[in-house]
């Protein structure tokens, strides 16, 4: 198994939050904290290095709200188009000696770092077990681990599309690691004082 310093974190946190306007979901406290940094702080504590942050809409608060936490920065100038662009900056800027990297979603921040090492650990590129996906409650959620040998693919994903057809296109190279995070299946599609609970569980 590779070493968890070559596995490479993607934050994707260049969304409009449609669904929350006017507000920007991703800066809304859970925890005390803005969502998108407990995501990112997540990432790092899972021991992902780099962390790459794929910013697009209220870049300057985004950048504001990780501010202090050793992270790299990418725009998205396409955000609008959906998360399909921003997948592929995420990819680009990774470097060339990461093996893997996994996939966070900035909405998705329950997530706990235990799940991300148990997607690190599952991964064997040797043996073309190369896609991690957690699975809890007998369902797949996120965020999902690929191995280099995706990223062109990824790199080459358009509109408001995420990795699922590269998941779906690979059956054999799929390990499904059982998990006991119900945080993989948690995002928050509105905020909760907009909503009952504002939490929508699976993608």
Known sequence: ???SKAIAGIVLAAGQSSRARPKNK???AVGGKPMVRRVTETALAAGLDPVVIVTGFETEKIRAALAGLDVAFVHNDDFARGMG?????GVAALP????????LLGDMPE???ATIKSLIGAFDAAASKDICVPVAERRRGN??????????????IHGDRGGKGIVAANPSRVVEVAVADPGVL?????????SEGGVSEGR
């Open 111 to 113: 997530i706990a770092p």
């Open 96 to 103: 060339p000696d990461a093996a893997a990297a996994v996939i």
């Open 186 to 194: 948690a995002d928050y599609d509105t905020l909760p004082d907009e």
């Open 143 to 156: 965020p999902v681990l690929f191995g280099r040998a995706h990223f062109g693919a990824l790199g080459a």
């Open 1 to 3: 198994m590779p070493n």
């Open 85 to 89: 662009g921003s997948i592929g900056r």
């Open 26 to 28: 991703l800066l809304h």
